[in-house]
């Protein structure tokens, strides 16, 4: 089952310009991850967001959580061709607390130099 | 360094084999993970384990078994029952700390890649 999903699909902007992925959730959750893949490789954390928060910031990432839409935003400020790379969000399923992440399809993003 | 480290990093198998995979991590967390990847697509929990010697089956464990023996090791086995093993293979582990208290960071190993001839 895929409890997010992101959108675009796929997203290609210039260096030095901003992207902007969204993803939406079905069910209730504590808290909304954002992960990246670059190609061929794992997976490593970017940032987590609670439910009760509303944005947070790590550098050059900036995330948006609006729980009544369900849906968060993750915008990467003045892209670098090092960006280029799938980027997902995750959710424990129904707000639970096994440890369990659920994965959405993600967005691949192409930053050209 | 603490990770975990994943082998064979590409495996190839024949159709009616069974191909056991490797995880082993160095960051003493409890939990760990099986996830598999197909191509333009997103991450499918196979099983999990948050404790030695306990483990639940994730949303696609038809064909694939595991073992949790030690807290270091998470082997995956990809039977011959699995119709369509042909994918990208990841594991992941986390704290139990960070897993009760619902905000569960995973820490990914760089994956196995298994095709099936």
């Known amino acids: 089952s895929q409890q997010g999903e992101e959108d675009p699909q796929a997203l290609s902007i210039q260096e030095g310009e901003n992207a902007t992925m969204n993803c939406s959730y079905k069910t209730s959750i504590n808290n909304l991850q954002w992960y990246r893949q670059n190609s061929g490789r794992g997976l490593v954390h970017l940032i987590l967001i609670r439910s009760n928060e509303r944005e947070k910031h790590s550098g050059r990432l900036r995330v948006t959580l609006d729980t009544s839409k369900k849906s968060s935003s993750l915008l990467i400020t003045a892209s670098r061709a090092a960006d280029t790379a799938s980027y997902f969000c995750?959710?424990?399923?129904?707000?639970?607390?096994?440890?369990?992440?659920?994965f959405g399809q993600g967005t691949t993003l192409q930053v050209k130099p | 360094d603490g990770g975990i480290t994943q082998s064979p990093k590409y495996l190839f198998r024949k159709e009616g084999q069974n191909v056991t995979l490797s995880c082993e991590q160095n960051?003493?967390?409890?939990?760990m993970y099986w996830y598999r990847q197909d191509p333009g697509q997103g991450l499918r929990l196979i099983y999990y384990?948050?404790?030695?010697?306990?483990?639940q089956k994730g949303d696609i464990a038809e064909g694939y078994s595991v073992s949790r023996e030690k807290k270091e090791s998470f082997p995956l086995t990809v039977t011959s029952a699995q119709k369509n093993p042909t994918a990208f293979y990841l594991c992941a582990s986390s704290s139990r700390r960070t897993a009760s208290s619902g905000a569960n960071v995973l820490t990914f190993g760089a994956g196995s890649r298994l095709t099936v001839l």
């Open positions: 384990s948050q404790i030695v010697n306990d483990f």
């Open positions: 960051l003493n967390h409890d939990a």
């Open positions: 995750a959710t424990p399923p129904g707000g639970s607390n096994t440890g369990k992440l659920i």
